[in-house]
């Protein structure tokens, strides 16, 4: 039940949002849910990775989040929402070194689902490499420090 609220409130709030390429940005975090229902099939889970990036898109906030989903999901959503004054490689050092384990394997679900875009001809070669080298770096990264 947890997982399907945080899918309707997701899309909802996802609603109007697009994706570099024309593609509606629910179906994001809706492939992210799918790839984390494969590693860590809880209720948790799931609804975190549904709402991974709804704080980071100004779509909702933290205490919607914890009100609406409890505090362990907010957590995890707080762990993976990037504050502007840290540089990319800064807040994945943060999920690593949080030890919190959904976080990391949503963040690398979230890394895998961007780089299946890599190729799509959306981006100009020189940025689409820069990109993929950075989500590639950040899933090696992640993936050293699960225990």
Not at 39 to 56: F, K, M, Q, R
Not at 116 to 126: A, Q
């Amino acid at each position: 039940m947890l997982a399907k609220r945080a899918s309707k409130f997701a899309e909802e709030r996802h609603e109007g949002q697009f994706r570099e390429g024309g593609e509606r940005f629910f179906n994001h975090v809706q492939r992210v849910a799918e790839k984390v229902l494969r590693v860590a099939p809880t209720s948790t889970a799931i609804a975190a990775a549904y709402l991974h990036d709804i704080v980071e898109d100004g779509k909702a906030t933290f205490a919607e989040i914890s009100h609406l989903f409890g505090e362990e999901v907010c957590n995890i959503v707080r762990l993976l929402t990037r504050h502007e004054e840290d540089t990319y490689e800064i807040y994945v050092m943060k999920i690593a070194k949080s030890g919190n384990l959904l976080a990391m394997q949503i963040k690398m679900a979230d890394n895998e689902d961007n780089l299946e875009s890599v190729g799509d001809g959306i981006f100009p070669p020189h940025i689409e490499k820069n990109l993929s080298d950075r989500w590639l770096w950040s899933k090696d990264f992640i993936r050293r420090h699960i225990t």
